[in-house]
């Protein structure tokens, strides 16, 4: 399998763990073998999007071709390579059995399940191990319990502020630049046709051999894959969607963050998701770079450069902590009770709700949906239906180009469906058909009438918000953010309030007709 020398120690670098700039790139020693794996398990513990394998697996190979170039000593092994071991522990076995390296090291993984089967091995292993920082995030991992205690709630807005302290970002002195700290109020317009959106720009990676591998080994996925890859697949190309981000989206980024579109897939959204959480790209080369531009250029407000900054100095790097602080068990939160199966149509599109069909459509055709149509058109859908959050976490973690655990969990179970009790967010994310109709243009050309609050052909997210809230009177009528809310539910007729939830009922009688 490896053409053999004297190795000194193996150092193992995840699929996401893609960083140039780790210290252990620094310098070159001819008697430390890097390896780079394709596995089964990895490949096969959701049924991954078709585009999120090949990208994954793209962006190693490249990763270990500019390592070999840099003259670091690299073994890349495909799943024709590791055909005989289903996991990273029975690799590693094999490895140090042929090597018998003094030391194998691996950075910290991101996700609980692959830094548990790590520590297993370790204790296991005759062979000396060491488990070092990736060297990525903007809060140390051993600092987490201290930035989020276990006895405080934990939010937002206090994090994110001392984040931009403690790492000087948009500061003046010790103020936050333009006065305010958050600039969300004027982040919230729809489209208009005020502006033109730029096409995306994208790539395209031929994956033929990747696929047809994909395919020899059995390996099922979801969604399509067009012709090409459309995806960065390396730090040279990560660099340029960013480049191309900054000149040309983040003007409109913030205004049009929340906004929706039946024609456009990611409007002024980065997508630079994938290179992060490969990481491809630092978030703080992501960050100085907007910042840059903000004090550089008149067309970029505060307004759009604090609302990008704040993804990913505050909830990128939020939900990582709440993540690790509620790791194990995080996974198998239901705090609502959720039973519902998920509707087959969320592996189809096929629905009669446009806002839906869109946002499922998308994401089969390109493993990408921008955060408000995760938010408040799939995950809003799912939380007023009552979904099994298990079932929804498995899907949220298989479609998206960038889904992986730390991230994908704390916004699915946490955000979108409030299974978590309310330790991510104070209120739960659920919206009823208005909200969808101010933020897009679906509600026009939809089966169903957003203006039809009961009845026949009323958008089922009017009668499934108010039957949502009903049901969980009792968990949630103390929320202070929701007391107008069950104000309204109550002075409604008693009449009127009986039809909207017999329009609620039939709907989720018929869940998969919708
Ligand atoms: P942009 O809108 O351009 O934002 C810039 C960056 O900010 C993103 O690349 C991302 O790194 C960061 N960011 C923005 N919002 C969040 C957030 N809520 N949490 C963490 N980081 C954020 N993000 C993932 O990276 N992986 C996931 O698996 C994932 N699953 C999600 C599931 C649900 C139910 C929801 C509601 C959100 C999820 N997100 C996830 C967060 C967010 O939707 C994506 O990061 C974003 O859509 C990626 O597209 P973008 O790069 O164009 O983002
Ligand atoms: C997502 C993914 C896939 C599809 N395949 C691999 C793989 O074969 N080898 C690997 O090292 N990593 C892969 N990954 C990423 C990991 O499964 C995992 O999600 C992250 O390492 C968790 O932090």
């Known amino acids: ?163 931009r302290k403690h790492h000087n970002v948009l500061m003046n002195g010790d103020k936050p630049e333009g006065g305010q700290w958050n600039f969300d109020k004027e982040n919230r317009l729809p489209l208009d046709n005020k502006v033109d959106i730029e096409r995306p720009l994208t790539f395209a990676h031929d994956v033929s051999a990747i696929r047809e591998r994909i395919h020899n080994h059995n390996i099922s996925t979801i969604g399509d894959m067009g012709t090409k890859l459309i995806w960065p697949s390396t730090r040279q190309e990560s660099q340029k969607l960013l480049k191309f981000f900054v000149k040309k989206m983040l003007p409109h980024f913030g205004t049009y963050q929340d906004a929706m579109s039946e024609a456009h897939w990611s409007i002024f959204h980065s997508r630079l998701s994938f290179s992060m959480n490969t990481k491809m790209l630092h978030p703080m080369e992501v960050i100085s770079a907007v910042e840059a531009a903000y004090k550089e250029r008149k067309d970029i407000s505060i307004s759009q450069a604090e609302g990008f900054i704040r993804q990913i100095l505050g909830w990128r790097e939020f939900v990582r902590a709440i993540y690790w602080q509620s790791m194990p068990g995080y996974e198998r939160k239901n705090h609502l009770l959720a039973q519902r199966n998920l509707p087959d149509y969320f592996w189809t599109g096929k629905t009669r709700m446009a806002c839906m069909a869109k946002a499922i459509g998308q994401s089969l055709d390109y493993a990408y949906a921008h955060h408000i149509q995760r938010l408040m058109i799939t995950g809003n859908f799912c939380l007023l239906a009552g979904i099994n959050p298990k079932q929804v976490h498995q899907w949220y973690l298989s479609i998206y180009i960038d889904a992986i655990e730390w991230v994908e969990a704390p916004n699915t179970l946490g955000m979108s469906l409030f299974a978590d009790g309310g330790k991510l967010a104070s209120k739960p994310y659920a919206a009823g058909g208005n909200y969808i109709n101010k933020m897009s243009d679906h509600c026009g050309h939809c089966h169903y009438n957003v203006n039809a609050r009961h009845g026949e052909q009323s958008c089922p997210f009017n009668s499934l918000y108010w039957h949502f809230l009903d049901r969980h009177q009792e968990k949630l009528g103390n929320n202070h953010r929701l007391r107008m809310v069950y104000r309204n539910w109550e002075k409604r007729s008693a009449a009127d309030k009986k039809q909207v939830l017999a329009t609620a009922r039939h709907y989720l009688d018929h869940i998969e007709d919708l």
């Open 1 to 163: 399998m490896i053409k053999s020398s004297r190795v000194r120690e193996i150092r193992l670098i995840l699929g996401d763990q893609l960083n140039a700039s780790h210290s252990w790139f620094r310098n070159r020693d001819p008697e430390i073998l890097y390896v780079i794996a394709e596995v089964l398990e990895e490949a096969t513990y959701v049924p991954h999007h078709i585009q999120k394998v090949c990208a994954f697996f793209l962006a190693m190979e490249n990763f270990a071709l500019a390592l070999k170039k840099a003259g670091h000593k690299v073994q890349h092994l495909t799943l024709d390579d590791t055909r005989d071991f289903t996991t990273f522990p029975e690799l590693l076995d094999a490895l140090t059995e042929k090597y018998q390296p003094e030391l194998v090291s691996y950075q910290q993984p991101d996700e609980y399940r692959l830094q548990q089967e790590l520590i297993q091995w370790s204790k296991k292993t005759k062979i000396r191990t060491l488990c070092v920082d990736s060297e990525h995030f903007l809060l140390n991992w051993q600092d987490i319990p201290q930035w989020l205690p276990e006895n405080k709630s934990w939010r937002l807005e206090f994090f994110y502020r001392k984040m």
